[in-house]
């Protein structure tokens, strides 16, 4: 298609620049007129109607459902990250966030919404993209079949932080990702070092268990992303910052600077130390 | 071959023709110092609205920069996040609202009295009132960045990030300010409509008119169509952010996608408002450095009329990723790559008639070529985007932010920069240099293809639009410092052609006299030109007559045709025919006022108090702005003339008083009616789309508004209609007392009527903040009752004009345009009544 | 001579093709929208709303053909050659006549177009 369209337009271009050149009288006003039915009308309608067929057939296949019994996960797209939940057909939902994992050469589908304002959901190397509106449920299927990490990013815009709202999709082997899976859905490992011990209880004592869910612990909360594996994710923050404690720390002291006008308070006050071992907690959280 | 008259066969004698001339000048005459500001000529207003256009141009384009800026480099902080998303929507909404529509409107009323061979347009004071509308209005809206206040929810304005998730004024602003912009917008139609089809001159059958009047005669006549569904649209989204009814919140049953609807009912049709006039531009430049005339002139008009229809079948391809099923997106998709056969039919007219010619190098043709190079591609990767498959990748990324400033610079900036240098003459007499709108075009045109050729790729790389920034590494980075770099030479460019023309030109000699040996009539002008516009009106034979009439401009120079003086001392001008432009009427109009400041000002007041939520100053205003306009219309419209016929020469008499379908006013009220309907059915449009996707809408059992009190209502609107129509007929029979008691009955059903609508979801006890079927009841109620109150003011003031002998039984052109405006009212009211107690039966 | 008077002429033919495009055009997808959303619901079939559109088609056509067909007589009457461009009111009508035959061909391909989602689409996805 983008092959034609050059074609196209140097042609059309090489008879502009030759009509301007061409001598009065060696064209008749009759050859003018056939060159406007036939480069103005009807070459163009044989291949506008070709594209048109083109560009038909495939849409079908395209918005088909995944077949019954394939992988469905839901993705909730939220000012400015993403709620994931794997609906499994043996146990409960896994509830995650900001990262997906997919088998590869399976079919999938995912039922796109969400729960304030319009996001769109885009993976460009697996496939289009799919708005996620408020009040509506949206479906997309595709099948992946490289194995890789590929980035996705919200392609709607949905306020202040549009920009840093993204995600990483892993497609690995079946075994890969059942493995992967087994580990999302357990609760979360008990801190190890007396460091991430101290970050555990500043997080609770913080009040962080408010919004963020670290399963196996009190953390209960619902607001914001699910943080009991957050350590194994590619990144943190939505596809923005590195997976490590001092991203971690940059985070949690300057939450509005690393993502404005975002909905997560900084806690910039809380001790250094504390800050710190947060950090190192929830790196560990893998 | 002509039947027509020609002019006179001897000059009339030296010193008439000075007495003439010393005659239609004072009727003319420009006020001056501070008064220069009430001027109304369009050739006066025209310009002032082109050069207001191209300070919002400059104000969008300095935006760009920044935002260009910003994207220079990864992770950027020249522009915080939320300044970024402030620029890029008051640049997306300055550049479609402030300068592409209004650019067209204003060229159009500048130069259609020229082309057209009349003095004026007919309705000058309304060019004016639209054009204080736009200038209020865009400062307004471009002012509010500079308080951080400005609209942060991109030009399209999406709910609910626009009804919920933004506090603050920014997106009232956007809501209030643009409504009362589209208003200004839909004034100039009016004026470009009657315009093209009544003011021509006698003689310039359909089949001669020159193109730009096609091209504008469609484009304004798409404005009608186009313009009102977002404005019901603002109205709905206004009414939820102001009063809660949930027209867009799903927690109340609403739905986000009738916005993003009405607003591409409105969006995407508006390109194509944005492109036909400036191709307009191209098909009066064409031909004349062609030295022939147009080669496929059907096939233009062709082009014209169906991209106008075809243009409002293309909305939802802004929305193929929003789920809808795919019969429906191989619908738009279908319609979208059938407006491509139109839009390449004028190409290849252009590309014809060059080859048919002696083609003239010009830095007109400069411009005109880098448009169709630009243009062409911009096309054709919209065809690419048609196709849904790959639409679901490009849609909402750089390669659409390409797409879409190929399509727009090279199809309406470009030629916009052609018809500066080619038109320039015309405005003051004096061309713009040759040396600087080369080195400008080159500049300008290298710039533009560094900057956007390259978003195509980031595009499909995979770089969302609307980004403030973007990470490093991810492909990006040199391509956007490459768009970056272009941006900058595209604006040296363009701050060139800006010197161009604002340079003082005080030592250069005025031009020759049609300097291109251009053919159309928009060149007979003297250089400079007079305020009378044409020494005379022609008769016209040919669509080219400075090329084809001989001894044309001498004709019109010694005064051998129509209306060559100005015997009463009034300002004057010929209605014609619309199919064989007969002469049917000497047209007064009216001289300069500042009246439609003040209407202007205090319009603007409803507007931008009712932004800050200060409602009663808001209506304050608004009666304010009711009361200057009634006196306007009392003082300065359907005046009672002098004497029944004028001479206007070569032994034509022609009446100064038409009422009815044969008068201008007539056509004006239709045609602003048949926007106004669009509105209401725009709303009508909103109840049935919910219908559409909600289960429960309307709600079983449904909550009201009952059928008693909307069927006495339907009935009592009904009588109020007849009353009006049966009072035109006793007005027109002399029936005085008959006229009195039946307008003032047909005023009190009405008013009786409006309360019997109101009624209906108020004994039901319908609250709109509670759902969206009792909102969307209550909008329609309103709206119609709000047209019913209007119609009222007009029943009683045709009342008042008969009193006063303003009217009289043949001079009547008050009651029959309300009769007119009576039938849509009922219309209106009658759909209302079948849809709110009618419809929940059948569902 | 009468049948070019001005006062049996009007702008109203010229968007009469492309009227019968918009009204085919509307009844498509309003047909399809209701049929999906109100009827056979997501994942439906399409069968009868396919039927309806061929029908649509068919209709629309036949009022374009009988308009382009009024716009050729126009064109050709008397005899005289594009492009139309005297100024009399025969070249008038011929004008006319030749803007509403092209606009019915345009119209005719576009109503094609939409007709054509009925080989493509069978149920609502």
């Known amino acids: ?286 | 071959m002509s039947i027509d008259p020609g002019p006179l066969t001897a000059a009339p004698p030296e010193e008439v023709q000075r007495a003439q001339t010393e005659r239609l000048l004072e009727a003319w005459k420009q006020p001056t110092g501070w008064r220069y500001w009430s001027a109304v000529n369009n050739s006066v207003v025209g310009l002032w609205y082109v050069a207001m256009t191209f300070f919002f141009l400059l104000f969008g384009g300095v935006l760009a920069l920044l935002m260009r800026l910003q994207l220079a480099r990864p992770n950027n902080d020249f522009l915080s996040a939320d300044l970024y998303n402030q620029a890029f929507t008051v640049h997306g909404s300055v550049m479609m609202f402030l300068f592409a529509i209004p650019i067209f409107e204003a060229i159009a009323v500048m130069f259609l009295p020229q082309m057209l061979g009349a003095r004026e347009l007919p309705f000058p004071r309304l060019s004016a009132f639209g054009f204080w509308c736009f200038l209020l209005g865009g400062i307004f809206l471009c002012g509010s960045i500079f308080f951080d206040a400005a609209p942060r929810g991109g030009w399209f304005m999406y709910p609910p990030l626009t009804s919920k998730y933004q506090s603050g004024i920014g997106a009232d602003i956007w809501l209030l300010g643009f409504s009362f912009i589209e208003i200004a917008a839909i004034a100039a139609a009016v004026e470009i409509i009657i315009g093209a089809l009544k003011t021509r001159p006698p003689g310039m059958r359909i089949n001669l008119i020159p193109l730009y009047i096609w091209y504008v005669l469609v484009a304004a006549a798409m404005i009608l169509f186009a313009f009102p569904p977002l404005i019901a649209g603002s109205l709905l989204l206004e009414v939820e952010r102001a009063f809660h009814w949930p027209f867009f919140d799903p927690a109340g049953g609403g739905d986000p996608l009738l916005w993003q609807h009405l607003f591409w009912l409105f969006g995407h049709p508006e390109v194509y408002i944005i492109f036909l006039p400036s191709v307009a531009l191209m098909a009066m430049i064409v031909p004349t450095f062609a030295q022939r005339p147009i080669v496929g002139y059907g096939w233009i008009v062709l082009a014209a009329v169906g991209i106008g229809f075809l243009s409002f079948g293309l909305w939802v391809h802004h929305m193929f990723t929003t789920g809808l099923p795919g019969i429906s997106l191989g619908l738009f998709s279908a319609a979208s790559e059938a407006v491509a056969i139109p839009t390449g039919v004028q190409i290849f007219c252009f590309i014809a008639t060059l080859a048919a010619g002696r083609t003239v190098r010009s830095v007109p043709m400069l411009y005109a070529f880098g448009s169709l190079v630009i243009f062409v591609l911009g096309g054709l990767t919209g065809v690419m985007v048609a196709v849904a498959p790959f639409n679901f990748q490009a849609h909402d990324t750089f390669f659409v932010v390409a797409h879409l400033h190929y399509v727009l610079i090279g199809g309406a900036l470009f030629p916009i920069l052609a018809g500066c240098y080619y038109f320039f003459p015309l405005i003051n007499g004096k061309k713009l240099s040759d040396k600087l709108g080369k080195i400008a075009f080159w500049l300008a045109f290298t710039g533009f293809n560094v900057a956007f050729l390259p978003m195509h790729l980031t595009g499909l790389r995979g770089m969302p639009r609307r980004v403030f920034t973007y990470q490093a590494g991810l492909g990006f980075d040199a391509l956007n410092l490459v768009s970056t770099v272009g941006a900058f030479i595209l604006a040296a460019g363009l701050a060139i052609v800006f010197w161009d023309m604002v340079r003082p030109k005080k030592k250069q000699s005025y031009s020759e006299r049609n300097p291109w040996n251009a053919g159309t009539l928009e060149w007979t002008q003297e250089m400079p030109g007079k305020p009378w516009g044409m020494r005379s009106i022609p008769e016209i034979d040919s669509r080219y007559p400075l090329w084809e009439q001989p001894n044309f401009l001498r004709d019109v120079d010694e005064g051998r045709f129509y209306l060559a003086d100005a015997e009463e001392g009034k300002r004057e001008s010929i209605l014609t025919s619309v199919i064989d432009a007969r002469p049917e009427q000497c047209l007064r109009l009216p001289g300069p006022t500042f009246i439609t400041l003040w209407a202007a000002l205090t319009m603007g007041g409803f507007f931008i108090f009712g932004t800050f939520s200060l409602w009663w100053p808001s209506l304050l205003s608004l009666l304010a702005s009711l009361a200057i306009i009634i006196y306007w219309l009392w003082t300065e419209t359907a005046l009672i003339p002098e004497k029944a016929e004028k001479d206007v020469g070569l032994g034509l008499k022609l009446p100064l008083y038409l009422s009815g379908p044969e008068s201008a006013g007539w056509w004006a009220m239709f045609i602003t009616m048949l926007a106004v309907l669009t509105a209401f059915i725009s709303l009508v449009f909103g109840y049935f789309f919910f219908w559409t996707v909600r289960a429960d809408f309307p709600p079983d059992p449904v909550p009201g508004p009952g059928h008693f009190w909307p069927l006495v209502a339907a009935l009592l609107l009904l009588g109020a209609w007849a009353q009006t129509v049966l009072a035109r007929r006793w007005n027109r029979n002399d029936h005085a007392s008959a006229f009195y008691t039946g307008l003032l009955l047909g005023s009190i059903l009405a008013i009786a009527g409006g309360a019997a609508l109101l009624a209906g979801p108020w004994v039901t006890e319908l609250d709109p903040t509670s759902h969206v079927y009792p909102a969307t009841v209550w909008i329609l109620v309103t709206w119609t009752t709000f047209q019913i109150l209007i119609g009222v003011i007009m029943q009683l003031y045709c009342i008042a004009r008969r009193v006063a002998g303003r009217m009289t039984a043949r001079y009547d052109i008050d009651i029959r345009n309300v009769a007119l405006y009576w039938h849509f009212t009922a219309f209106t009211a009658v759909v209302t009544v079948a849809v709110i107690a009618g419809f929940p039966l059948v569902a | 001579m009468s049948e070019t008077a001005e006062k049996d002429q009007s702008l109203w033919l010229l968007t009469a093709s492309p009227t019968f495009w918009a009204a085919h055009f509307l009844l498509c997808y309003i047909t399809a929208a209701i049929w999906c959303a109100k009827v056979v619901g997501l994942g439906g079939s399409l069968a009868s709303a396919r039927v309806a559109i061929a029908v649509y088609t068919v209709l629309a056509l036949a009022g374009i053909g009988i308009v382009g067909r009024v716009g050729y007589r126009r064109h050709s009457h008397g005899n005289a050659t594009l492009p139309h461009d005297d100024d009399t009111p025969e070249d008038r009508h011929r004008f006319l006549g030749f803007a509403t035959l092209l606009l019915s061909a345009l119209s005719a391909v576009a109503v094609i177009y939409a007709g054509l989602v009925i080989f493509f689409f069978r149920s609502c996805y």
């Open chain 1, 1 to 286: 298609m983008t092959g034609g369209a050059i074609v196209i337009w140097i042609a059309v271009i090489a008879l502009a620049i030759h009509a301007f050149r061409a001598r009065p009288g060696s064209h008749s006003g009759r050859h003018a007129n056939y060159l406007i039915l036939g480069g103005g009308a009807i070459v163009p309608t044989i291949v506008l109607t070709a594209l048109l067929i083109y560009g038909l057939a495939p849409i079908p296949a395209l918005l088909a459902p995944a077949p019954e019994g394939s992988l469905k996960i839901a993705v909730s797209g939220e000012q400015w990250w993403w709620r994931v939940r794997y609906e499994t057909s043996d146990a409960d939902a896994v509830v995650l966030a900001n990262e997906i994992h997919l088998p590869v050469g399976e079919p999938v589908e995912f039922r796109l919404e969400s729960p304030d304002v319009i996001h769109s959901f885009w993976i460009p190397a697996l496939g289009g993209k799919v708005d996620m509106i408020p009040g509506r449920v949206n479906r997309l299927s595709l099948t992946p079949t490289k194995i890789g990490v590929f980035r996705g990013a919200c392609a709607e815009y949905c306020g202040t932080s549009h920009a840093l709202m993204s995600f990483y999709v892993r497609v690995e082997e079946k075994a890969a990702f059942d493995r992967w899976l087994m580990r999302q859905r357990a609760t979360a490992l008990p801190p190890s070092t007396p460091l991430a011990k101290r970050g555990q209880a500043s997080f609770l004592a913080n009040g962080c268990g408010a919004c963020h869910a670290i399963r196996g612990t009190p953390a209960d909360g619902v607001v914001g992303p699910d943080l009991t594996h957050v350590g194994s994710r590619l990144s943190i923050g939505a596809g923005i910052l590195p997976n490590k404690p001092k991203a971690f720390v940059h985070w949690i002291a300057r939450t509005d600077q690393a993502k404005p006008g975002v909905l997560m308070p900084a806690f910039g006050m809380l001790p250094k130390a504390d800050i710190e071992a947060l950090a190192v907690y929830l790196e560990g959280l893998r």
